[in-house]
């Protein structure tokens, strides 16, 4: 274990991403977990705990924040009158088995593998967020019947694989079915509680190697990445909420579209071994 010289700079890193990924999950419905999963590899891998073990860590530690930042953002968003109640509702349950199944396959993969995923998909969202068109339309309503309970299981499944809480998936997936873009955001909040408290629960039950595993880490779950980042989101949310309804967030989203495609490309680089 690094000396407290070392763990504090570590430290501030957390607190300072917690504190960027509780706003980012309010403003732009994204979820923290986008910046959140690279910067637990970065302080894990400069602990000295990389191993093909350390994706599952980052992941399960991102979806355990996220029960705390989807609640809170999902609650400032609904005494706005902005959230979807009955699409939440509707899709909980697809999408809790989707999360559930994804936990059964990041166990089975390898560090490098999940890099790479994390890579390809960051890339993607990124290219959607950049240069995807707000008149963009794929009906008029959300889905329901058979497409719903695909996609619902889609976004839950996917959603774990990166660790995220559902709003890089939901948001677009809501615009494209004719939701206005402030509501898809309050709504796709709510997602993230939906994948990660299923999800975390079975984290819990995913055994890692002790030498593998940075202290304070229960299961999957590193407790103290998420006791510092949490600290900080609980702040931060509700500001990110507030200027979601104040903001026009399409050059925000760009900019950030930008800085996700690096991120993952960087993911994609380390997975590729380069």
């Known amino acids: 274990m690094p000396e407290l010289s070392e763990l504090l700079p570590l430290i501030a890193v957390l607190a300072t991403v917690g504190a960027v990924a509780g706003v980012l999950a309010g403003l732009l419905g994204v979820g923290g977990g986008i910046v959140l999963v690279p910067s637990f ?65 990041v166990a089975a993969l390898r560090s490098v593998v999940l890099q790479g995923i994390f890579g390809v998909m960051g890339i993607c969202i990124g290219l959607y967020m950049g240069f995807g068109r707000s008149t963009w339309r794929l009906a008029k309503d959300m889905p329901r019947g058979t497409v719903r309970a695909v996609l619902s299981v889609m976004v839950g499944f996917l959603s774990v694989l990166m660790g995220i ?43 890692i190697p002790a030498g593998s595993r940075p202290p304070f880490t229960l299961g999957a779950v590193n407790l103290a990445a998420f006791a510092v980042v949490v600290a900080m989101t609980l702040m931060t949310a509700p500001i990110g909420v507030r200027l979601a309804h104040r903001l026009d967030p399409k050059p925000l989203k760009r900019i950030f579209a930008v800085f996700l495609v690096l991120v993952a490309s960087n993911m994609i680089r380390k997975a590729a071994g380069w």
């Open 165 to 207: 809480g559902g709003g890089s998936f939901g948001v677009p997936l809501m615009t494209l079915h004719g939701r206005p873009i402030h509501r898809a955001v309050a709504t796709a909040a709510g997602f993230g509680g939906l994948i990660a408290l299923p999800s975390v629960i079975a984290f819990f039950f995913v055994t």
């Open 41 to 105: 590899y970065y302080v894990f891998s400069s602990m000295g705990y990389d191993s093909p073990y350390l994706m599952q860590i980052c992941l399960a530690t991102s979806l355990a924040t996220i029960i705390v930042t989807s609640t809170r953002s999902v609650l400032s968003h609904n005494k706005k009158g902005a959230v979807d109640w009955e699409v939440l509702r509707t899709w909980a349950p697809g999408i809790a088995v989707g999360a559930i199944t994804g936990v059964l396959v």
